[in-house]
């Protein structure tokens, strides 16, 4: 079957899974999200996000609902035994999902075309074919699984608002010359998107990834900011600690340790 889902594609299933995901949907129990635990297939859920990301690019996705997403994706294998799932259909109807919650329309064509091509590089559009619609009928059936385990909780509060915020903060506080000179906003933004290929986006406050984002930025160049009495992040944030930014910092440099495994 030349699909996404096809036997032998590094996204391996059949037909009969779609059957096999339904039944599943009312059978797993609606457990209490639970944190993840960091030694458990995270590099199946970086490669995941990465594979998310890259076909969200493609797409032309703009960057929040890349990042809803993502969080899709980590809140639903939060709630799940993964293992009873295939990761990449799941990932493929988030970013079905995430379309439609953040009011960008993508045709779902698009999004299995895009899929396909990510797996098999070089390939050519699918005919709409029976093949072709089963394969589609197994990612709305998948959407409609993850929005039952999630209790149609399905909007996010995202930090990329807190960014854009902070950094106009922080720019106001410098003079043109010392901003011009290093490129703190373009890393912000590039620290931030790196988060959501691990489950940061919902272990950590968005407040609390965005300030340690731009405190990373200012960090990663040598800036300082003007000192008052309290730190700017606190000015910006009343509630973020230190430990809060060390915290975010260290799950972040974790991921660029895991991203030398992934490939």
Known sequence: MGALLQHGSPVSTTVDFVLELTMASS???????????????VKTHFRVCRFIMEAGVKLGMRSVPVATACTLYHRFCARVDIHAYEPFLVATSCIYLAGKVEEQHLRTRDIINVSHRYFRSGSTPLDCDQDFWDLRDSVVQCELLILRQLNFHVSFEHPHKFLLHYLLSVHALLNRHAWARSPVAETSWALLRDCYHGDMCIRHAPQHLAIAAVY????????????GDKEWWQVLSSDVTRDHIDAVISDLLQLYDLEAKCI
Do not use: F, M, N, T
């Open 27 to 41: 059978s797993v129990r609606s457990a209490p999200e639970r944190a993840a635990d960091p030694s458990k297939d």
């Open 216 to 227: 990373l930025a200012l960090h990663s160049y040598g800036v300082e900011l003007p000192r």
